[in-house]
């Protein structure tokens, strides 16, 4: 027993060290009771972009949004529904031109009222390409964008002709094609408001965003804490039911569910996944695993010919049906992923598009079938996969060994798969961008806005922003043609439905599983509740 | 002494222009930065051009690299990409750091030290093989078992310390942390003093020293240590070094926001700015520390002088 003469002999020298300077830490516990004054602590990554709207496209920056702004609509945090937040309404007869009427009394936190200009000067500002800001191709449908942020050389307008300020609470808004769910789409960060400080003395916003959500920014350190408080001027109906946040910056996920453990965090949202094994016993019900509009799938390069050849699919659902989903997501991932049975996610319902099973017997483990597939389809290309992933965040290598692992054995071949790490993301994300890959490579899809068509557009259109592997379809396109032209919207998720079955029949992508957002949180909370992006709802939450 | 010291300083020139290449030509091997800056999607190709150009991402590495160390000497060392200065980064990340290496340097000073006279004297006795017994032990397991043990003992079954540290990191905060860096190097210290210590009680200047009738703690201290001290301090010299760099393990352990962390984020994010100026100052340190223990000798031992 080295460790432990080594913990007791440690321990004592650190004991003798504490006793010296009066141990530190002591709770720091709020006593606000249960009148929703009380501050919650929350873990945190350091956001990656600067802290704007149009320029933040990931979680620990969402999260920060989610807080501190309000768009025309919102998305419901248990369904997943746009519902309509500063939207009076949205009008349109033919799905390509839209009346919007602001509500008015909104104001922003600093006093400056919420109106339709704050908006369109908001949208202009992200689509324009001198602001580099990242979530820019939202705009992407609005007329006039091609002039704001051409794809190569400089801008030759700084606004977008396709939006007009018609009075202090109505603007028009027209699309360059049909798009029968764009009001749904406005639910996203991106489409926030923006007061006019964002604009006049932008480094002074940058340090400590003011926004119109129900929570105001009191002091902002980068990489390492922000302090959010419930803004008492807030109008909305979804008012802060806590007297504040503190979210704080966490290095590893592993010390932030220690802390947790010991009483020093309020709320984890991303439990490390070697404590998934621990954090049932941990926490009991106060440990959260509910479905995200997360897919994860393995993409193939369809710019390489050996993967883009007649007979090939039936190698790529050889390769699906090869895969042991239900025993990967159990062992490996202790049932935070649900085995896929579609190509979008379970958050959409079956209302929103979401089809369960619809890929049928294809992603079912079937090792004798997979093999018979994959000789039919001429072979493995090369006689060897390699799933290309990155080997730096996300834990991804387990998996890939374990799908190699599966694959292996069905097939009866010890060399049928193998993983291929790449060190960096960048890195990653870099070769694939140069359309450097020569057989399947991670893709994960994190959706913008609960729609089927975020699920199926991006991706797999031909030239989509997402498409990594160049898949491209007539069939598939012109089905989302017509499903994004169809102003009705239940006709709408039909033919988008029938467009993913083009993906199924093709395997354009092999579905692996459905993420789920995991969260863990401290005895003093209450009405603690994931949202379909895998975002504590923590407006929400009572601290106690 | 002065021209030693010159020399010296002129010396880094060199050093510390092919640190900063080397480091600047690896962390452009690993290719574009700006693929991985817009998630899971490919960055649109305008924008993805227009930020390479804003970072300089655009020309040739040995053009880069001059205009960044054109740069370095008017102290601007360039943009993270989070749009923060990485001079504002390291004026958060350095204190921090300097702070626990100070807790770490005091702990191997003062125990390694105190231990490694204690045993240099009583060589053989059970006190002796007992610390030698325990500093195998510290120096055979790795530093992140010691802190994630001490964090998990200490933090959360008997609630004495808080498993993280706050984004101030006050010096009571940081003595766990500061426990489990020096742990290692605090063993060495110990084993070099005891070593050290054993070989000096048997010179002639101690005999003459105790035949002089002094007293003992006066043979020991002035005599005795002092003689002995030479190779600790080298040690601990390049240890200051090796401290801010590599406290990246404890660092991330106790959620520590100093150099490692900034360093280890730098690199996942493949932001070159960030890396190549917390490196370029961590080069700077180990310099300058050496050099720092070089002048030391002097004091210690006055037959060492420098021409």
């Given at each position: ?22 141990c530190g ?10 009148d929703?004054?009380a ?20 979680v ?30 949205i ?40 602001n ?68 006049s ?24 804490q ?7 001027g ?5 008012k802060?039911?806590n ?6 910056v ?38 959260i695993?509910?479905?995200a509009?997360?897919?994860q799938?393995?993409?193939?390069p ?8 007649s007979g ?48 049928g ?33 996300g834990?991804?290598?387990e ?33 694939i ?18 729609l ?91 601290a106690g | ?30 290719g ?8 899971e ?10 930020l ?47 702070r ?14 105190t231990?490694?006279v ?12 007992t ?14 078992v ?46 070099l ?8 009680r048997?010179s ?9 009738g ?7 201290i ?9 190779p ?76």
């Open positions: 027993m080295r460790g432990a003469t080594h913990a007791k002999w440690a321990a004592c020298a650190a004991a003798v060290a504490l006793a010296a300077t009066a830490g002591g709770g720091s516990s709020d006593s606000g009771g249960g929703g004054s501050v919650l602590s929350a873990s945190w990554g350091d956001p990656q972009n600067p802290l704007e709207p149009a320029n933040t496209n990931e620990q920056g969402g999260k920060v949004l989610d807080m501190v702004f309000r768009g025309l609509k919102r998305y419901d945090p248990k369904t997943g529904k746009a519902e309509d937040m500063l939207a009076d309404k009008e349109t007869t033919d799905s390509q031109n839209f009346t919007v009427t602001v509500k008015s009394g909104w104001k922003f936190s600093n006093g400056e009222a919420v109106t339709a200009k704050s908006f369109v000067d908001a949208w202009n500002y992200g689509a324009s390409l001198k580099n800001q990242k979530n820019a191709y939202f705009f992407g449908y609005i007329e006039g964008y091609d002039k704001v942020h051409p794809d190569s050389g400089s801008q030759s307008a700084t606004t977008l002709t396709g939006l007009k300020v018609t009075g202090t609470d109505t603007f028009t808004i027209k699309l360059t094609q049909k798009f029968s769910t764009f009001p749904d789409t406005l639910g996203y960060a991106a489409y926030s408001p923006l007061p006019s400080t964002f604009f003395d932008h480094a002074a916003w940058l340090k400590k965003p003011v926004g119109n959500g129900p929570y105001t920014i009191s002091s902002y350190t980068k990489g390492s922000m302090k959010l408080v419930k803004w008492d807030y109008t909305g109906t979804d802060a039911q007297g504040g946040v503190t979210l704080k966490y290095t590893d996920n592993n010390t932030a569910y220690t802390d947790l453990m010991a009483g020093n965090l309020d709320l984890v949202d991303d439990i490390p996944a070697s404590q998934l094994k621990n954090v049932k016993s941990d926490l009991g019900d106060r440990y695993n509910t479905p509009g997360i897919i799938t393995l993409a193939f369809y710019y390489d010919k050996n993967w883009n050849k090939s699919e039936k190698v790529r659902q050889g390769l699906s049906m090869a895969i042991n989903r239900d025993q990967i997501t159990t062992t490996i991932f202790q049932k935070t992923r649900t085995p896929a049975t579609d190509w979008t996610s379970p958050v959409l319902g079956t209302e929103g598009g979401f089809q369960d099973g619809l890929c017997d294809s992603c079912t483990y079937n090792p004798t079938e997979a093999k018979k597939l994959v000789e039919e389809g001429g072979g493995l290309p090369g006689g060897q996969v390699k799933i290309t992933y990155n080997a730096d965040t834990s991804h290598k998996w890939v060994d374990a799908v190699c692992n599966s694959i292996n054995n069905a097939l009866g071949n010890d060399k049928a798969c193998v993983g291929n790490p790449v060190g960096t993301f960048a890195d990653f994300r870099n070769q961008g140069q359309h450097k890959m020569t057989g399947p490579f991670r893709a994960g899809w994190q959706m913008d806005y609960p089927i068509q975020n699920f199926l557009q991006p991706l797999y259109y031909t030239n989509a922003s997402s498409n990594d592997g160049q898949w491209s379809n007539k069939d598939f396109d012109k089905l989302v043609d017509q499903a994004n032209a169809e102003t009705d919207t239940s006709k709408a998720i039909k033919l988008f439905q029938q467009a993913e079955g083009v993906v199924r029949d093709n395997m354009a992508a092999i579905p692996l599983w459905y993420q789920n957002g995991s969260a863990g949180y401290s005895e003093r909370l209450s009405n603690v509740a994931l949202n379909p992006f895998s975002v504590p709802v923590y407006n929400e939450i009572k | 002494m002065g021209r030693y010291v010159v020399r010296r300083l002129l010396q880094m020139i060199p050093v510390f222009i092919g640190a900063t290449l080397l480091i600047f030509l690896m962390v452009n091997v690993m574009d930065p700006v693929a991985g800056l817009c998630g999607r490919q960055c649109d190709p305008a924008t993805a051009a227009q390479k150009r804003e970072f300089g991402l655009d020309k040739p590495v040995w053009q880069q690299y001059l205009t960044y160390m054109g740069n370095v000497f008017t102290g601007d060392f360039g943009t993270a990409f989070n749009g923060q200065k990485v001079t504002e980064l390291m004026a958060t990340a350095f204190p921090v750091t300097i626990l290496t100070i807790v770490a340097i005091v702990f191997e000073v003062v125990i390694g030290i231990l490694g204690l045993t240099g004297l009583k060589r053989g006795r059970p006190v002796d093989t610390v030698l017994l325990l500093t195998l032990v510290v120096i055979s397991v790795p530093t992140f010691t802190g994630l043990l001490l964090q998990l003992l200490l933090g959360v079954e008997w609630g004495w310390i808080k498993p993280s540290v706050s984004p101030e990191a006050t010096f009571s905060e940081l003595i766990v942390p500061g426990l489990v860096l020096a742990s290692v190097s605090l063993a060495y210290v110990t084993r003093t005891r070593t050290s210590i054993a070989e000096n048997r002639d200047y101690v005999r003459t020293a105790v035949a002089k002094l007293p003992r703690h006066r043979v020991i002035r005599h005795l240590l002092r003689n002995s001290l030479i600790v301090v080298t040690f601990i010299g390049t240890d200051i070094g090796a401290l801010m760099g590599g406290a990246i393990v404890t660092e991330r352990i106790f959620n520590i926001h100093g150099v490692g962390y900034q360093l280890y984020q730098g690199i996942v994010r493949q932001n070159t700015q960030t890396v190549v100026g917390f490196v370029t100052v961590l080069v700077l340190v180990f310099l300058i520390a050496n050099l720092l223990v070089d002048l030391l000798y002097a004091v210690l031992d006055p037959r060492i002088r420098y021409a």
